[in-house]
C-alpha cells in the first residue's frame, strides 16, 4: 500500500495551490480519503475527507469555504484545491485512507508521506 502527498510548496497569503494524492496497492474505490496538516509544535489537525460511495465531504471549520476535495478514481488520485491561504495553513500536509467515514479523526488506516506547504505573509 502506498499513498503519496504532492504539489506542496512556497506561496503568499491569498494565493492557490492544489494538492495531489496518489496511490497504489489496494483498491482506492472502497476507501474514504482524508487529509490531514500538522504545524510545527502542533496536533495533527483533520483537515477535509471524501467518502468513497457517493462524494460526501467534510471540511474543518478552518478551511470551510477556502478548501475544496475531490476525488479521480480512475486515476486513483484525491486533491485538495487550497484557496485564499493564510499563514496559518502552513503546515505538514498527509493523505490518509480507511474504508471507515469517519470525519475529523485522525485514526486512518494507510498514511502516505507529507508535502510541505509554506504560507508567507
Known amino acids: 500500500v502506498q499513498l503519496q502527498a504532492s504539489g506542496g510548496g512556497s506561496v503568499q497569503t491569498g494565493w492557490s495551490l492544489t494538492l495531489s494524492c496518489t496511490s497504489s496497492?489496494?483498491?482506492?474505490?472502497?476507501?474514504?480519503i482524508g487529509w490531514f496538516r500538522q504545524a510545527p509544535g502542533k496536533a495533527r489537525e483533520a483537515v477535509s475527507c471524501?467518502?468513497?460511495?457517493?462524494?460526501?465531504?467534510y471540511y474543518a471549520d478552518s478551511v470551510k469555504g477556502r478548501f475544496a476535495i475531490s476525488r479521480d478514481n480512475a486515476k486513483n488520485t484525491v486533491y485538495l484545491q487550497m484557496n485564499s491561504l493564510e499563514p496559518e495553513d502552513t503546515a505538514v500536509y498527509y493523505c490518509?485512507?480507511?474504508?471507515?467515514?469517519?470525519?475529523?479523526?485522525?485514526?486512518?488506516?494507510?498514511w502516505g508521506q507529507g508535502t510541505e506547504l509554506t504560507v508567507s505573509s
Open positions: 471524501i467518502t468513497n460511495s457517493d462524494g460526501g465531504t
Open positions: 496497492g489496494f483498491t482506492f474505490g472502497e476507501y474514504v
Open positions: 490518509a485512507a480507511d474504508q471507515r467515514y469517519i470525519p475529523g479523526t485522525a485514526d486512518y488506516q494507510y
